[in-house]
C-alpha cells in the first residue's frame, strides 16, 4: 500500500520531521507605526537558532494578531511595557501562539518530545519579574516560525 504524498507530508510536519531550515524569518517592529515594522519593508532572515541544554526550538504553527500587538505598533516606546530603545531593540510582536515542539535541549528529553504541541501563557513572572513575549521577550511574529524556549517559562497547556 502507498502512502497519500499529502498525508505523509502533513504526518511529517505534525511530528517535527521535516529537516531545519539554516534561516528564521521575523518582522521586528521598530517604533510606533507601520513603516517601522520589519527591515525596509521586508522580513528578516536570521540564523536558526539552537536550544541550549535547558531550552526547546518550537515552531509557531498559529499566531493570532491581538489588540495589545496594535496598541504597540501605535504607541511605540512610549507603551508602558516597552523599556528599552526600539531602534537598538526592536520587539517582534504576538503573544497568542500554537506551537509544536521540533528540538529538545538534553536537560529535557525525559518531560518533551519533537511534535509535542503546546499553547502559551504570554504573561510570566520569572524571579517576581514580569516578562511577556512581544514585549520583553521576542514574541510570536515569526514567518519560518521557529524559536527558542526557555521551557519552564511558559508552557502552559498540551493541545
Ligand atoms: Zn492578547
Known amino acids: 500500500m502507498t502512502r497519500d504524498p499529502i498525508e505523509s507530508k502533513l504526518g511529517q510536519y505534525?511530528?517535527?520531521e521535516e529537516p531545519l531550515s539554516a534561516t528564521n524569518r521575523l518582522w521586528p517592529l521598530y517604533g510606533?507605526?507601520?513603516e517601522n515594522l520589519g527591515k525596509?519593508?521586508?522580513a528578516m532572515d536570521l540564523p536558526m537558532p539552537h536550544p541550549g541544554p535547558d531550552e526547546l526550538l518550537v515552531r509557531h504553527d498559529a499566531v493570532g494578531i491581538c489588540f495589545s500587538d496594535i496598541k504597540?505598533?501605535?504607541a511605540g516606546e512610549k507603551h508602558p511595557r516597552i523599556h528599552r530603545s526600539?531602534?537598538?531593540q526592536p520587539v517582534v510582536l504576538g503573544h497568542e501562539v500554537a506551537l509544536t515542539v521540533v528540538v529538545v535541549g538534553e536537560n529535557?528529553?525525559?518531560q518533551y518530545q519533537p511534535g509535542d504541541r503546546f499553547i502559551v501563557q504570554a504573561?510570566?513572572?520569572i524571579g517576581g519579574k514580569a516578562y511577556a513575549y512581544g514585549y520583553e521577550l521576542?514574541?510570536?511574529?515569526l514567518q519560518i516560525q521557529h524559536r527558542r524556549l526557555a521551557c519552564s517559562m511558559a508552557i502552559t497547556a498540551i493541545i
Open 14 to 16: 505534525r511530528k517535527s
Open 138 to 141: 521576542q514574541g510570536w511574529l
Open 108 to 110: 529535557l528529553q525525559e
Open 72 to 74: 504597540v505598533i501605535r
Open 123 to 125: 504573561d510570566i513572572y
Open 32 to 34: 510606533a507605526g507601520w
Open 86 to 88: 526600539m531602534k537598538e
Open 40 to 42: 525596509e519593508g521586508g
